[in-house]
């Protein structure tokens, strides 16, 4: 009888020494479930080589450390006229992945003159897929996928930035 309850003890312990390693692993598996809200920081205008304007859009700006590697990380949804401008100290081969974007994506790489450089066309919500620039990039314009198709945009044009 004795030997019966160790057993269920140490059965019983062990569980809960499982479970407890399970619960301590939990808290770096959590996801931000808060709803992120958009924070008008700018505006821009995305115009074509002869100077027309293909969109306005109003932006959050992403210029330091922090808030380029979040990005738009975990956002349910991007309205239409609105994107995301990554500002980076110096011009340089850049690479964006989708890790817990929720968001399909086109990212359009502007060099120092905001000059469009080139554009990773829907990029794939949590693909860990490296969308490069084909050029140097100090900027990156992260907009709902498929508006760079339809505002026909193509390397050569230029964005215009107006901070608040």
Same mark, same amino acid.
């Given at each position: 009888? +004795?030997?019966?309850?160790?057993?269920? &003890?140490?059965?019983?312990?062990?569980?809960?020494?499982?479970?407890?390693? *399970?619960?301590?692993?939990?808290?770096?598996? /959590?996801?931000?479930?808060?709803? @992120?809200?958009?924070?008008?920081?700018?505006?821009?205008? =995305?115009?074509?080589? &002869?100077?027309?304007?293909?969109?306005?859009?109003?932006?959050? @700006?992403?210029?330091?450390?922090?808030?380029?590697?979040?990005?738009? $990380?975990?956002? /349910?949804?991007? /309205?239409?006229?609105?994107? $995301?401008?990554?500002?980076?100290?110096?011009?340089?081969?850049?690479?964006?992945?989708?890790?817990?974007?929720? @968001?399909? =994506?086109?990212?359009?790489?502007?060099? &120092?003159?905001?000059?469009?450089?080139? @554009?990773?066309?829907?990029?794939?919500?949590?693909?860990?897929?490296?969308?490069? &620039?084909?050029?140097?990039?100090?900027?990156?314009? *992260? +907009?709902?996928?498929?508006?760079? #198709?339809?505002?026909?945009?193509?390397?050569? #044009?230029?964005?215009?930035?107006?901070?608040?």
């Amino acid at each position: 009888m +004795v030997r019966k309850y160790s057993l269920l &003890s140490l059965l019983l312990l062990g569980g809960f020494f499982i479970g407890c390693k *399970e619960e301590m692993k939990s808290p770096g598996k /959590q996801v931000n479930t808060q709803l @992120i809200e958009f924070k008008k920081e700018g505006e821009v205008y =995305l115009t074509n080589t &002869s100077g027309d304007t293909l969109a306005h859009l109003e932006v959050e @700006i992403a210029d330091d450390t922090y808030q380029r590697e979040t990005g738009l $990380m975990y956002r /349910q949804s991007l /309205q239409e006229n609105r994107g $995301m401008l990554f500002i980076f100290d110096t011009e340089a081969q850049r690479g964006f992945y989708m890790k817990n974007t929720n @968001i399909p =994506l086109d990212l359009i790489f502007l060099d &120092s003159d905001l000059k469009v450089v080139s @554009i990773g066309k829907d990029a794939k919500p949590h693909s860990l897929e490296t969308i490069p &620039s084909n050029e140097p990039a100090q900027y990156v314009l *992260e +907009v709902n996928a498929g508006l760079s #198709d339809q505002w026909k945009l193509e390397p050569g #044009d230029r964005l215009n930035l107006i901070r608040n």
